[in-house]
């Protein structure tokens, strides 16, 4: 998988589409993503003998094709590629050319 954690990227396709958030948690297995703020589900705490009953909002996964990697400098979401420099394998940006931390 091209996108990894703590990432900023864009959603492509589905009900939030155009927004973008940081990718908390990647799993490869699944090939899914959850990213910050998009994609919120509701979950209802069952009430235990120390925690009271209460109703959560957090975020739920999203298949890594319905999200692209966002060039934060240049404001647009972007494909992403692998070179090597000086041995090393580096991400890259393919609407720029200029590499990606």
């Given at each position: 998988m091209?996108?990894?954690k703590d990432d900023t990227v864009m959603v492509i396709s589905g009900k939030e589409?155009?927004?973008?958030g940081k990718v908390l948690k990647v799993n490869p297995k699944k090939e899914t993503v959850i990213v910050e703020g998009?994609?919120?589900?509701?979950k209802h705490q069952k009430q235990t003998r120390k925690v009271r009953s209460e109703?959560?909002?957090q975020e739920g996964p999203i298949h890594v094709s319905n999200?692209?990697?966002?060039?934060t400098r240049e404001k647009m979401p972007t494909r992403i590629?692998?070179?090597f420099e000086d041995g090393?394998?580096?991400r890259y940006s393919k609407r720029t050319g200029s590499p990606v931390n």
């Open positions: 091209k996108i990894r589409k155009g927004k973008h998009i994609n919120m589900q509701t109703i959560k909002h999200v692209m990697f966002y060039d590629g692998y070179m090393v394998k580096v």
